[in-house]
């Protein structure tokens, strides 16, 4: 504990002697940080958005113009007896046409220059999780398919399929620039911490020749880096957090119009930690390269 204690003492006073450099270092922690942090908000949220969509995932049977009522009945016996739905609801020409004037008033205008309803009647159907995991509802969606009166029919997984594959790319592309700056930081604190340590070159001479603990030699150094990576990752976390709440102001309503109501959240307590976490860790990476010349 007293060794902890020195180093952080010795930590802060070198972090306030040289508080020009340290900012410098600080600053690069946090633009790492940001980058880091924005990746986790972005796929955080995709994650928690695909998780709710998928739990609730449906699709839609779209019916041809001249299906016949028979070809209907079948359709929906079809989908009755899967037991792999939860429920199932139909959508006439008019009803569609009614939605979508309800839910896009600006295009709204678009329908009223077509003679006849250019929307298709539909069958829309909410699907079981498990069904969706156990792979019924594919097979499900391809028997319906088959169906006579069937014009198309359109399932959220495939979609939501493509979004997760994107969001991967999004995610090793997000990591490895992130990685990349984090090490970069890195050299910036330690080459900061360097210039400290050679300040004190003949004080730690003198440690050394009175035999001090290697632990109370290399210790400040280390301990500065943490500091400077904690305050870097601090600071990121602040300007995301103003950044969520300038983008929530801005396109907040028109977000929650897209998404149907989920909105989107800032990071949780767990992942701020884990970034601030980071951010120590590698500002203590670069204190401990450049704390192995004090000795």
Not at 126 to 132: D, F, G, W
């Amino acid at each position: 504990m007293r060794a902890l204690d020195y180093a952080l003492r010795e930590a802060w006073a070198s972090l306030w002697r040289s508080r020009g450099a340290s900012a410098f270092a600080i600053l690069a922690i946090a633009l790492a940080m940001i980058v880091l942090g924005a990746l986790l908000l972005l796929t955080w949220n995709v994650e928690r958005l695909l998780a709710e969509w998928s739990s609730a995932a449906e699709f839609s049977v779209y019916l041809r113009d001249d299906a016949s009522s028979e070809q209907r009945g079948a359709i929906e016996a079809l989908i009755d007896q899967s037991g792999a739905i939860d429920a199932r609801q139909y959508v006439s020409k008019a009803e569609a046409l009614m939605r979508f004037r309800r839910e896009f008033a600006e295009l709204a205008s678009l329908a009223d220059g077509f003679e006849d309803n250019p929307f298709p009647a539909s069958v829309e159907v909410r699907v079981q999780p498990q069904a969706e995991a156990d792979g019924r509802a594919e097979a499900l969606v391809a028997r319906v398919a088959a169906l006579p009166g069937v014009a198309d029919v359109r399932y959220d997984r495939e979609w939501l399929a493509r979004l997760a594959s994107g969001l991967s790319a999004i995610r090793g592309a997000g990591v490895a620039l992130g990685l990349l700056m984090a090490l970069a930081a890195a050299v910036t604190v330690a080459s900061v911490v360097r210039l400290g340590l050679h300040g004190r070159r003949d004080e730690l001479e003198i440690m050394q020749l009175v035999g001090s603990p290697v632990a109370f030699i290399r210790g400040p150094f280390i301990a500065e880096g943490v500091l400077q990576g904690g305050f870097g990752a601090l600071m990121a976390l602040g300007l995301l957090w103003l950044g969520f709440a300038a983008a929530e102001a801005w396109w907040g309503g028109e977000l929650a119009t897209v998404l149907e109501g989920d909105a989107l959240r800032f990071l949780p307590a767990r992942l701020c930690a884990t970034l601030v976490a980071g951010g120590m860790v590698v500002g203590g990476t670069g204190g401990f390269a450049a704390s192995r010349h004090a000795i």
